[in-house]
């Protein structure tokens, strides 16, 4: 099967892309050619490169021409978040199986426990109703092509730093954490977060293509099992670096005056949706259960950081 990848060397595609090698697939990546896949494997060698700026080519109309020149059996989109890129994209196909990633974010607040893919969705941001909007055309206003979604969580693991316990990604907080397990949370530190890791995000994505008849005009959660809350996480990250915690609870006011505007706003955005979905659905049609558990994806991440 020749399969196309696009945006294939970034967190989900340093894991899926050697998988369909080792499937026996033939895998074309078309990506900026600008950074290399987060690990090291020797299925690589075995990938088509072909490097495109996605934003150039699609203003110039010929983004989905290049697509459709690798004469794929099959596409994965990993960089999708706006409808005009999805129609570019199926407007080029024919009657191929497309598996584009979406977003848990694309539900907003989280209304019910645990939130299920069919749930309605209420976005909060540009972000989330692009997600949202480009589920929309592929599996309920097109049909051109077969086409599944996958909507991960917090995407983590060895490469880059995870959404941390309070709520941003300022690598201080794991410092401190590691310095004398001490935190600085804001509120009550109960809001929750979700991680997933991204070979199980990788491998919704792979089952998702190689299950047309069971995945075509679906959409599947991947998230670990469990969320847990920013004190949680907290706890467990100082006592992995062999400290009991020392928490603090800041209100928000405090919290905002001292980690700064732009941390504060991606706390408050993870906070405000405070995430536990549901794997029900993936594992029923798709017969699959995360590998990681959200303390193992955590702990993977934060150990694999070279500077704390």
């Not at 021409?65 to 004469?71: A, G, K, N, T, Y």
């Not at 019910?112 to 109703?129: F, G, I, N, S, W």
């Not at 469990?226 to 006011?253: D, M």
């Not at 405000?272 to 994806?297: A, D």
Request: charged share 20%; glycine share 8%.
């Amino acid at each position: 099967m020749n399969i196309t990848v696009i945006g294939g060397t970034g967190h989900i595609g340093t894991y899926l892309v050697p998988s369909l090698v080792r499937d026996g697939h033939a895998v074309t990546v078309v990506s900026r050619g600008r950074r290399t896949p987060y690990t090291q494997d020797d299925a690589w060698s075995s990938v088509t490169m072909v490097a495109c700026d996605r934003e150039q080519a699609e203003a110039d109309g010929v983004f989905g021409r290049l697509i459709s020149q690798q004469e794929p059996d099959g596409v994965i989109d990993l960089r999708v978040f706006t409808t005009q890129q999805a129609h570019q994209l199926i407007d080029s196909l024919d009657g191929q199986h497309l598996v584009a990633t979406g977003s848990i974010w694309s539900w907003g607040r989280t209304s019910v426990v645990p939130m299920t893919e069919d749930v309605q969705k209420e976005p909060l941001t540009a972000y989330d109703r692009g997600k949202a909007a480009v589920e929309d055309v592929l599996l309920r206003e097109q049909s051109r092509v077969t086409a599944s979604m996958v909507h991960p969580s917090h995407i983590s693991g060895p490469g880059w730093a995870a959404v941390n316990p309070a709520g941003y990604f300022d690598l201080d907080v794991y410092r401190s954490l590691k310095r004398d397990g001490s935190a600085r949370l804001p509120l009550d530190g109960m809001a929750l977060l979700q991680h997933v890791h991204a070979a199980d995000v990788a491998e919704v994505h792979r089952l998702a293509l190689m299950n047309p008849g069971a995945s075509a005009g679906e959409a599947f959660n991947v998230v670990a099992e469990q969320s847990i809350t920013l004190r949680a996480y907290a706890t467990l990250l100082a006592r992995h670096f062999g400290h009991e915690p020392q928490l603090t609870f800041l209100p928000w006011a405090d919290f905002v005056a001292e980690v700064g505007d732009s941390n504060a706003v991606m706390t408050h955005d993870h906070i405000t949706r405070s995430p536990h979905f549901s794997m029900e659905k993936t594992r029923r049609i798709l017969g699959f259960s995360p590998r990681y558990s959200e303390e193992e994806t955590v702990l993977s991440a934060v150990d694999a950081l070279a500077d704390l």
